[in-house]
């Protein structure tokens, strides 16, 4: 199993502005996953990073609002950007690993 | 498009009581279905993989069944805890991503 950190483990940003969450792993991994869990609600996947190549992201998302980098094999960046209320979430950094899939801890965002 | 729905959406037992959580997907042709744990507020662990060539998989008190065919998985869960008191999702391999359910919330009292 992968051991996964991610920094910060919360925050709560203005209107507006940007957070960048970091992603770590203890491994080197080809794929590294980004997801969003809104309040109350499941998963959902908001790109896939894979090193060396631009990230590849799911309908609804776009890179100008959620802009990854993929520097190496062990770490990984989300960045939410102009974020608004509605990107009150946790957001979770993943991989894969024996076709199993593991989690980090998760970065709660609240925007005011 | 593939769709993974979990039954019930919230569960509430006495401790020592033995669970059946369910999970069903609309599309049998996956790679594996995973179960997870979700404490609130934190990240998820994985509980069990069940490859899709596997009927079941058990670790400890859980047991995990998957019936491809018939687009489902169990996750049996034996003389319960208010340990056990989380989130449980179930998610499925689909081609290339993981395809979440909607989740039960269980909670277990004394």
């Known amino acids: 199993s992968a051991v996964i950190s991610q920094k910060p483990s919360r925050d709560i940003c203005q209107r507006g502005t940007s957070l960048t969450i970091q992603c770590q792993v203890d491994?080197?991994?080809?794929?590294m996953f980004w997801y969003r869990q809104q309040p109350g609600q499941s998963l959902t996947l908001i790109a896939t990073a894979n090193q060396g190549s631009e990230a590849t992201y799911e309908s609804g998302f776009v890179i100008d609002k959620f802009p990854i980098s993929r520097p190496n094999l062990t770490f990984s960046t989300l960045t939410v950007s102009n974020m608004s209320p509605e990107d009150s979430s946790i957001y979770l950094c993943?991989?894969?690993?024996?076709?199993?899939?593991?989690f980090g801890p998760g970065t709660r965002l609240t925007v005011l | 498009k593939q769709e993974v729905t979990q039954i019930p959406a919230a569960l509430s037992v006495p401790e020592g009581e033995n669970l059946v959580l369910n999970c069903s997907f609309t599309?049998?042709?996956?790679?594996?279905l995973q179960w997870f744990r979700q404490d609130p507020g934190k990240g998820l662990t994985s509980l069990l993989l069940i490859q899709s060539s596997q009927r079941e998989q058990t670790s400890g008190r859980l047991n995990a069944s998957l019936d491809k065919s018939s687009g489902r998985s169990t996750l049996y869960i034996a003389a319960s805890q208010p340990g056990d008191s989380a989130t449980y999702l179930c998610a499925v391999w689909d081609t290339d991503k993981l395809i979440f359910g909607t989740g039960t919330r269980l909670q277990v009292f004394p």
């Open positions: 599309d049998s042709a996956i790679y594996n």
């Open positions: 993943s991989v894969s690993g024996g076709r199993a899939q593991y």
């Open positions: 491994s080197q991994v080809t794929m």
